[in-house]
T-cell receptor, first 112, second 112 residues
């Protein structure tokens, strides 16, 4: 049971670099989301998707892009990394909209 | 702006004692979720509350939802050390979009 798999687990970037955080789930879940977790602020929704080909912005979308070409994959792209994007990023998925989300193990990202 | 507030933010309690964590939210929602996070780990689903008056119990934890008061509680009975973790509530105010808004979390430490 792989569940929700995030790669990489750790990453250090320089300001201005771009990168993609990968998220894959093997549960055939329609709903997928990306969050960032910062100390004292809980989790904040970046982007979400209700199915392949459908994405939308959450609370804090600026500086991030997503796509959902397949049900399984939901990558998050940082376009031009900034120190303010230093955070722990979690990907989550759920089968239906009234079901709990399954979370990946997170990606710890530092921007220097 | 939608707000989800938890209190207390930090809770230190002795084993065997009872306590309640509160989750208030600022918008209409009849769906509320509770999650647990151990230090450095991912989030694990505890409860899904889908209607006014819903009550769920698992072991020493019991969650309830009052949608009219926009309040959910997580009650801990006879705390044990294994319950030490951070607890988050999350609301889903616009189903079926799956836009979750998380509280800031309550960090619980149970002292022997």
């Amino acid at each position: 049971n792989a569940g929700v798999t995030q790669t990489p687990k750790f990453q250090v970037l320089k300001t201005g670099q771009s990168m993609t955080l990968q998220c894959a789930q093997d549960m055939n879940h329609e709903y997928m989301s990306w969050y960032r977790q910062d100390p004292g602020m809980g989790l904040r929704l970046i982007h979400y998707s209700v199915g392949a080909g459908i994405t939308d912005q959450g609370e804090v979308p600026n500086g991030y892009n997503v796509s959902r070409s397949t049900t399984e994959d939901f990558p998050l792209r940082l376009l031009s990394a900034a120190p303010s994007q230093t955070s722990v990023y979690f990907c989550a998925s759920s089968w239906r909209n009234n079901q709990p989300q399954h979370f990946g193990d997170g990606t710890r990202l530092s921007i220097l | 702006e939608l707000k989800v507030e938890q209190n207390p933010l930090f809770l230190s309690m002795q084993e065997g004692k009872n306590y309640t964590i509160y989750c208030n939210y600022s918008t209409t929602s009849d769906r509320l979720y509770w999650y647990r996070q151990d230090p450095g780990k991912s989030l694990e689903s505890l409860f899904v509350l889908l209607s006014n008056g819903a009550v769920k119990q698992e072991g020493r934890l019991m969650a309830s939802l009052d949608t009219k008061a926009r309040l959910s509680t997580l009650h801990i009975t006879a705390a044990v050390h294994d319950l030490s973790a951070t607890y988050f509530c999350a609301v889903d105010p616009r189903p079926p979009l799956n836009q979750f808004y998380f509280g800031t979390g309550t960090s619980l430490t149970v002292i022997p």
